[in-house]
């Protein structure tokens, strides 16, 4: 019987509102957390988008933009990026967005072949 190790990586990926990007930038690095990809992405939840008027023409606004994060790290930093997140980018208004926390079984540095937590620093 194979007993498979338990995943050292959590990949999490936060969708939150673009004016807190460089909030949750400096939170994250304050933990030393380096590694960001970001995403300029559009969607809604609960908000439903919105109504707008231009040029007195009123339109729905159904996909609003937000910001994907994507932040790959050791479980030990999983639980304070995840709270730096949070912190960072509440406003406590409907949008503020939503955390989602996977397992990542490898990553790996193409320049130099490193693996695991090796890759990500």
Do not use: W
């Not at 939170?27 to 300029?40: F, K, S, Y």
């Not at 009123?58 to 932040?71: Q, S």
């Amino acid at each position: 019987m194979v007993i498979k190790e338990a995943p050292i990586l959590k990949k999490i990926e936060a969708i939150i509102k673009p004016f807190k990007l460089d909030e949750v930038r400096d939170a994250l690095e304050d933990i030393n957390i380096q590694g960001i990809t970001v995403t300029e992405v559009k969607g809604y939840g609960r908000q439903k988008g919105h109504s707008e008027i231009y040029r007195g023409a009123e339109y729905a606004v159904d996909f609003l933009p937000k910001v994907k994060l994507e932040i790959v790290v050791e479980n030990s930093l999983c639980e304070k990026a995840i709270e730096a997140i949070v912190t960072s980018a509440h406003s406590g208004k409907v949008g503020d967005g939503k955390i989602f926390v996977y397992d990542v079984e490898e990553a790996i540095r193409i320049r130099t072949n490193e693996r695991g937590d090796d890759a990500l620093n």
